[in-house]
Nanobody, 127 residues
C-alpha cells in the first residue's frame, strides 16, 4: 500500500494550489481518504475527507468555502483543491487512508483512525 502526495509549493496569499494523492497497492474505490496538515510545532489536524462514494466532510471551519476534495477512482487519485490561500494554511499536507468501508463522518478527523499515510507535501503561503 502506498500513497504519493504531490502538488505543494510556494504560493502568494490569495493564490491556489491543487494537491494530488495517488494510491497504489489497493483498490481506492473501497476506501475513504482524508487530507491532514501539520504546521511547525503543531499537531497534525484533519482538513477534509472523502468517502468511497464521493461524499465529503470538512473538519476545519477555516477551510470551508476555500478547499474542496474530490476523487477519481479510475486514476486512483484524490485531490485537494485549495483557493484563497492564507499564510496560516502553510503546513505539510498529508493524505491518509481509512480502514476498509470506514466513512469520514465516523472519527474521520482523528489521525489514529487512518491506516496508511503518504509522505507529505509542503505548502508555503507567503508574499
Amino acid at each position: 500500500v502506498q500513497l504519493q502526495a504531490s502538488g505543494g509549493g510556494l504560493v502568494q496569499p490569495g493564490g491556489s494550489l491543487r494537491l494530488s494523492c495517488v494510491a497504489s497497492g489497493f483498490t481506492l474505490d473501497d476506501y475513504a481518504v482524508g487530507w491532514f496538515r501539520q504546521a511547525p510545532g503543531r499537531e497534525r489536524e484533519g482538513v477534509l475527507c472523502v468517502d468511497n462514494g464521493g461524499g465529503s466532510t470538512y473538519y476545519g471551519h477555516s477551510v470551508k468555502d476555500r478547499f474542496t476534495i474530490s476523487r477519481d477512482n479510475d486514476a486512483k487519485t484524490v485531490y485537494l483543491s485549495m483557493t484563497s490561500l492564507k499564510p496560516e494554511d502553510t503546513a505539510v499536507y498529508y493524505c491518509g487512508r481509512r480502514k476498509i468501508f470506514d466513512y469520514c463522518a465516523r472519527y474521520g478527523a482523528v489521525k489514529e483512525e487512518y491506516e496508511y499515510w503518504g509522505q507529505g507535501t509542503q505548502v508555503t503561503v507567503s508574499s
